[in-house]
């Protein structure tokens, strides 16, 4: 499809617009519109108001929408945010009546819609109020509408338990022993990429040295760890030890609320890995089986069964893990609305303290690209999220976040569904941006958050293993900057 823009260059706007309602449909940009399928978006602004208008046709026919927002005495920041939404809406409205359905988000794109729904209830809106403005103002449908709402009441709650020099860290450990057909996530299998674990280590403690003496002259407190990747249980049991170990010598740990270690792959984990994640103070461990039936596992890469999966969970309950998160993904290859169903029955069965059910993500680094296959499996995806919903809900379970991503199958939702009280807090401080989070390992992103004001400040580290090694030196100059800001 041709796209155009007239009287303004919101050109990312236009195209996330366009690819959240037809992501089947390759875009280009022209100067002026041709006889095919086209979208054409204009902005204007008379009299103190921002004007959009916004015309597409497809297979001959043609939709039109308009809206205005007033403009002015803003600011620059807030006139381009108004003026954003309406370009988007008037896209949005002018498209979907050539679906066969609206998306269930309607005309959300963003990845934290519980965000936009804490910043309406911080406003003054009630939590009622809120809902209905997602329904009425963004069209999203009234589940996602009061998922969003229940997301955004436990990051509420959680937000209130913060402290001012309360901080989280996440350490990444970028291996795996396969790589997964769907992964987009920085990591090395050990086959192509063992040799750098020891290297990588190494860096790694120095790093978590140099952190650590920042956070203590910070005078910050940690109070959640997550180690994920990857597979963290890729290392070994020495190599787990050392990195546990660096971390308990090197941080004050005393005001800790949860400790998380993805486990991730049943393939990867043993008793002797379980006891040394136990004696090291963790809380919370993720098996994580993608799917319960095991051709699925085959088509995506998977190198273990549905029975090791359920072997790695007992391991963990006999070792003493009463905090379990489980994650499946809606969409898989070769998977159906009755074969996810099986996996959600198997799961709920188990009874982990928390279940997350992803939806699989077509991005530009994984193996499966077909968009057009993401775009015609959307009513199964549908049948799958709201099956599991239905069964969560059913075996006690509630959503407690959410995030949505770029180029999912359909464009739905991951969420974390569990049992009362066993919120991870981290998932929540993390995705609603509630408190600084530092970032160590390859591919790490850390985030100052600014709880007066919500401003938010980066500081990446290096993405691949290599280039992480090579820059041991200056790992902690980006953190030095966020704990230590300029006034």
Same mark, same amino acid.
């Given at each position: ?46 009299? $103190? ?7 597409? *046709? ?20 807030? *006139?381009? !945010? ?52 997602? !329904? ?129 792959? #049943?393939?990867?984990?043993?008793? $002797? ?46 070792? $003493? ?56 499996? *959307? ?19 509630? #959503? ?10 359909? $464009? ?35 985030? *100052? ?37 300029? !006034?």
């Amino acid at each position: 499809m041709i796209y155009t823009l007239e009287g303004h260059e919101l050109k990312h706007a236009v195209e996330e617009m366009l690819f959240h309602l037809l992501p089947a449909v390759e875009l280009a940009r022209a100067d002026q519109a041709g006889a095919g399928d086209c979208c054409r978006s204009m902005l204007a602004e008379r009299e $103190g108001a921002a004007l959009a208008r916004a015309e597409v *046709r497809l297979g001959g026919m043609t939709r039109e929408a308009e809206r205005s927002a007033e403009i002015a005495g803003l600011s620059p920041l807030e *006139r381009k !945010r108004a003026e954003t939404e309406i370009v988007k809406m008037t896209v949005y409205e002018a498209a979907a009546p050539f679906l066969a359905q609206p998306p269930v988000w309607g005309a959300l794109t963003g990845v934290r819609p519980a965000k936009l729904a804490r910043g309406l209830i911080e406003r003054g809106m009630s939590r009622g109020e809120a809902a209905e403005h997602l !329904r009425e103002h963004f069209f999203v449908s009234p589940a996602r509408a009061a998922l969003t709402i229940r997301a955004a009441a436990t990051a509420m709650a959680l937000d209130r338990e913060i402290g001012a020099d309360d901080i989280s860290l996440y350490v990444g450990i970028p291996f795996c022993p396969s790589r997964c057909y769907y992964c987009s996530f920085v990591s090395s299998t050990t086959a192509q990429s063992g040799h750098l674990i020891e290297p990588y280590l190494d860096t790694l403690c120095r790093e978590i040295a140099q952190t650590a003496a920042l956070v203590r002259e910070a005078g910050k407190r940690v109070q959640s760890v997550y180690i994920g990747g990857g597979t963290p249980t890729t290392l070994d049991e020495r190599q787990l030890a050392r990195l546990l170990r660096a971390l308990e010598e090197n941080f004050d740990f005393s005001g800790l609320r949860e400790y998380t270690v993805e486990a991730g792959r #049943p393939d990867t984990i043993t008793d $002797g890995k379980l006891r040394a994640l136990k004696a090291a103070g963790v809380g919370r461990v993720s098996i994580n089986p993608q799917s319960m039936d095991d051709e699925v596992l085959a088509a995506i890469g998977r190198k273990h069964t549905a029975a090791d999966v359920l072997r790695a969970f007992d391991q963990a309950r006999q070792t $003493g893990f009463g905090a379990v998160n489980m994650d499946v993904i809606a969409g898989l290859t070769g998977d159906t609305a009755e074969s996810f169903g099986r996996t959600m029955e198997t799961l709920t069965g188990l009874s982990p303290e928390n279940i997350t059910v992803h939806t699989l993500a077509i991005k530009r680094g994984a193996d499966l690209m077909d968009k057009a296959a993401a775009s015609a499996q *959307r009513e199964t995806v549908s049948h799958m999220l709201d099956g599991a919903a239905d069964a969560l809900q059913t075996a006690g379970y509630g #959503p407690y976040y959410l995030y949505r991503q770029k180029f999912t199958a359909g $464009g739905f939702e991951n969420v974390g569904w569990c049992r009362p009280g066993t919120e991870c807090f981290y998932n929540v401080a993390m995705m609603e941006e509630l408190q600084t989070i530092l970032s160590l390992g390859a591919g790490g992103v850390s985030k *100052r958050v600014d709880r007066r004001t919500g401003w938010i400040e980066r500081a990446n580290n290096p993405k691949y293993p290599l280039e992480y090694i090579a820059a041991a030196d200056r790992l902690a100059e980006g953190k030095r900057k966020l704990l230590f800001p300029k !006034r």
